[in-house]
Structure formats: structure tokens, C-alpha cells
């Protein structure tokens, strides 16, 4: 039966006014409009970070070059300079902006009064839709294969990426403990929800044209029995 049945807004609605709320008070005012040379210039940084993503997807960190990221994207080099510090810089941004919408989603789950089966099955559903099935998945992976060689890049990733994520699901899993929803334990460990995401984004690099893996099904199968109903001792 959905909330709305109850009187009450479904979901999807009061994420949606969870983000939207949480965009308010991170911004002060409304963004103005933009004329066509500030429209110019958001392209031309749109468009180095685009070719960012294929460089540093088809050579990692440490091969990709920035000339090479100038021809793909159509600019000279020092244009890239106008927008971004240096590589790092440039590697960070294109972080921050392919996974920041998707962290802020996850708090926003985080957030809202769910049953833990709910949120489960909400997060298997982004994670399929939009991190394993878009190229959000190639930087993921990327972070992955180059985190121990470049510190700076992993303490980045860390601080930017996986410590609100760690703080969303720890807070859901703390009130779920308190329902009697979850063992206690839990709490200390929410990476374990995490783990069969980590595990099909390396999959499908490495084995994926050899066993080709269903991922949602996967991951379902984890928090049911992540998740499944406690018996009584």
C-alpha cells in the first residue's frame, strides 16, 4: 500500500523535498540569469570535464595528459588553466560533480523516516540506475585502481565522497537498531552495505565478458539477508 493511500506524500515527493531543502540553505538566493558569455564559458567547462572523464578513464591518473584532454574537448591547452589549477584540480572537479548529486540523494534517503527493507531496496535502485549503469561507475573504478598511488586523490575521495556517505548510513542504521530493525553492531560497520556495489564495479571491468553478473538481483539478495526479519533468540 503506498503512503499516499495514508494521506501522505509518496517517496519519491518527500526526497524530493529533502534535496530541495537541503539546496536552500546551501545557496542563499536564486541564481540569476545568464548571458551568453558566462553561457559560453559554463560549456567550454562542461565540455573539458567530458573529456576528462575519457582520458582519465582510458589511461588513468598518472598517463592521462592535459593536451590530451584539450584536443578531446576542442579547446586550447591553457584554456583548461582559465577553469582548473592542474590535473589534480581537474580530476577532483570531475569528481565532486559526477557524485555529489548522487551523495546528496543518499542523504536524503538518509533523512527520511524509512523502514530499513524500504531504504534497502531505494538504494539498490540508485545504485543500479545511477552509478552502475551510467559512466559514474568508470570513476568509481578509476578511484579504485588509483587511490594507493595518488594519496592526495584518495584522501579527496574520502573526505568529499565517503565520509557523508558513511554518516547518512550510519544515522539510518542507528534508528533501525533502535526499531530492533538490525543487530547493534551494524552501525560500526556500514560498509557492508557497500560491498557487493564495490564488488560488481570490479567485476564488470575485469569479468564481466566471461560471467556476465546481475547486479541488481546481487544486491538484492544481500540486504534481504542483510536485512531480513530477526527472529526472537
Known amino acids: ?6 494521506g501522505m506524500p509518496s517517496l519519491a515527493t518527500r526526497m ?9 540553505q546551501k545557496s542563499g538566493r536564486k541564481p540569476g540569469p545568464r548571458g551568453p558569455r558566462k553561457e559560453k564559458s559554463a560549456a567550454k567547462r562542461e565540455a573539458i570535464l ?6 582519465f578513464s582510458s589511461r588513468g591518473f598518472e598517463a592521462a595528459r592535459l593536451d590530451d584532454v584539450a584536443r578531446r574537448a ?7 588553466y582559465l577553469y582548473f589549477r592542474d590535473k589534480e584540480a581537474l580530476f577532483q572537479e570531475l569528481l565532486r560533480q559526477m557524485l555529489t548529486p548522487i551523495i546528496g540523494t543518499l542523504e536524503a534517503l538518509g533523512q527520511a523516516d524509512l523502514p ?4 534497502a531496496d531505494s538504494l539498490v535502485d540508485l545504485f543500479v540506475r545511477e552509478i552502475y549503469e551510467t559512466r559514474r561507475k568508470d570513476v568509481i573504478r578509476l578511484m579504485i585502481s588509483e587511490g594507493r598511488r595518488f594519496p592526495k586523490l584518495a584522501e579527496f575521495y574520502y573526505r568529499e565522497v565517503l565520509l557523508r556517505i558513511i554518516a547518512a548510513v550510519r544515522a539510518l542504521l542507528a534508528r ?10 551494524l552501525i560500526d560497520y556500514p560498509q557492508i552495505i557497500a560491498a557487493p556495489g564495490l564488488i560488481a564495479i ?32
Open 1 to 6: 500500500m503506498s503512503d499516499q493511500s495514508h
Open 16 to 24: 524530493r523535498a529533502l534535496r530541495k531543502g537541503a539546496a536552500g
Open 50 to 55: 567530458a573529456a576528462a572523464l575519457e582520458e
Open 202 to 233: 570490479i567485476w564488470s571491468g575485469l569479468f564481466e565478458k566471461f560471467e556476465p553478473l546481475d547486479v541488481r538481483k546481487m544486491m538484492k539478495t544481500h540486504v534481504d539477508l542483510l536485512f531480513a526479519p530477526r527472529r526472537a533468540a
Open 176 to 185: 533501525a537498531a533502535a526499531h530492533g530493525e538490525v543487530p547493534p553492531g
Open 116 to 119: 530499513i527493507n524500504v531504504f
Open 74 to 80: 576542442n579547446v586550447a591547452k591553457g584554456t583548461i
